[in-house]
Each structure stands twice: as structure tokens, then as C-alpha cells.
């Protein structure tokens, strides 16, 4: 069956590092990547996609790469702030007519000032 | 641009009472979803409706949790009998092509 993997432990980094989240999936060929971030008690808000044609997307501070041979997702974010300190959510895309959705359970970032 | 409406916020029942929760998407978005967010995991579809026809309830258990989008906008998803597993955050999305939106979502607690 499919499975997406992210972190499990919280990754803590200080203020103004680089934080790198990962997203390793099996059994699935996704058309597309989607990273998403959850705060306590709201919903997701989507924050980049990545189609399977494409190895790297950047906005603002953040960036993503997609490797299909690997099957491996990295999130970066880029002079993190404490801000940044959220639940972030990779999930993949089938691309089919429904756009469904498999998310990965998620991993903390706590960004340290 | 108004985004996701969810309502209640918060709900606590007793198990083998019912609950119902709505939601109102993004107006225009044609697509709808409703998540079972269980804490420490992932959202999890229940089901998925294209204007108010349903294109996936796979993971819907229909003995007990119905859903249905009356004119291809408002939504609501009903849970009866609940059970104590039921416990969980259900966050609502829509979306026009790839991007989903999400409400607030509503957390129900079954004791």
C-alpha cells in the first residue's frame, strides 16, 4: 500500500539556519507534491507545489526539491524565524480528475530565537 | 475572498449520540472534501464531491458517517452511532484545480 514518511521527531534549529524537512514515499507514482503548513488548532494552508516533470521550485524563503528516482521530497526554509515554528505536511498528488490528496503525518518544526 | 466556514468549531458527545458539521467552501470552488485528522497524523479523506455528486467515499465508513452537498455548495458530514475513535479533528477543503483550502476544521470529542 502507499506510504508517505516524514520526520517523526520535532526538528529544532536556531533562528537564522536553514531548516530541511523530508518526505520519503513508496508505492505510488505521484504526478505532483504539495507542502502544506498546520499551526495548532487551524486547518493546513498550502504552501508549494512541485510536479513530477520539475526538480526544483523556490518562493521567498522557502524551497523544494523532488526526486522521483529517490522517491524523496526536501523542504527547505531559509533564515527560519520563530514564526516559522508550525506542523508542516507534505502530500502527493495522483493528478487524475479527482486532484486527490495523501498526506504524510507531518513533521514539527520549532525554530529557536 | 472569504475562505473555508466550519461550524461548530468544538463539539463534545456522548458515544452512540450523533453529530452533524457543516461547511461552506469557497464560493465558484466546485470540488469539496471532507478530512479526518486524528492528532498526530495526517489528514485522511472521507470523501470527495465534484458540485454535489460524490467522486470518492472509499474511506467513508458508511455504517456510520454520511455526507452530502445539497446544490453543489453548502456540505454537511453526519456521524451516527459515534464511537470513541471518532475523536478527531474534521477540517473541510475545496478547491478549483490542484490547491485545496481548508476551514478551521471542528474538533469533536467522544466520551
Known amino acids: 500500500s502507499q506510504k508517505i514518511e516524514q520526520n517523526s521527531e520535532a526538528l529544532n534549529i536556531q533562528e537564522g539556519k536553514t531548516a530541511t524537512l523530508t518526505c520519503n514515499y513508496t508505492n505510488y507514482s505521484p504526478a505532483y507534491l504539495q507542502w502544506y503548513r498546520q499551526d495548532p488548532g487551524r486547518g493546513p494552508v498550502f504552501l508549494l507545489l512541485?510536479?513530477?516533470?520539475?526538480k526544483e521550485k523556490r518562493k521567498e524563503r522557502l524551497k523544494v526539491t523532488f526526486d522521483t528516482t529517490l522517491k524523496q521530497s526536501l523542504f527547505h526554509i531559509t533564515a527560519s524565524q520563530p514564526a516559522d515554528s508550525a506542523t508542516y505536511l507534505c502530500a502527493l498528488g495522483d493528478g487524475g480528475a479527482t486532484n486527490k490528496l495523501i498526506f504524510g503525518t507531518g513533521t514539527l518544526l520549532a525554530v529557536q530565537p | 475572498e472569504a475562505g473555508v466556514a466550519q461550524s461548530p468549531r468544538y463539539k463534545i458527545i456522548e458515544k452512540r449520540q450523533s453529530v452533524a458539521f457543516w461547511c461552506n467552501p469557497i464560493?465558484?470552488?466546485?470540488?469539496l472534501y471532507w478530512y479526518q485528522q486524528i492528532l498526530g497524523q495526517g489528514p485522511k479523506l472521507l470523501i470527495q464531491f465534484q458540485n454535489n455528486g460524490v467522486v470518492d467515499d472509499s474511506q467513508l465508513p458508511k455504517d456510520r458517517f454520511s455526507a452530502e452537498r445539497l446544490k453543489g455548495v453548502d456540505s454537511t458530514l453526519k456521524i451516527q452511532p459515534a464511537k470513541l475513535e471518532d475523536s478527531a479533528v474534521y477540517l473541510c477543503a475545496s478547491s478549483v484545480q490542484e490547491t485545496q483550502y481548508f476551514g478551521p476544521g471542528t474538533r469533536l470529542l467522544v466520551l
Open positions: 464560493s465558484g470552488h466546485a470540488t
Open positions: 512541485i510536479r513530477e516533470n520539475e
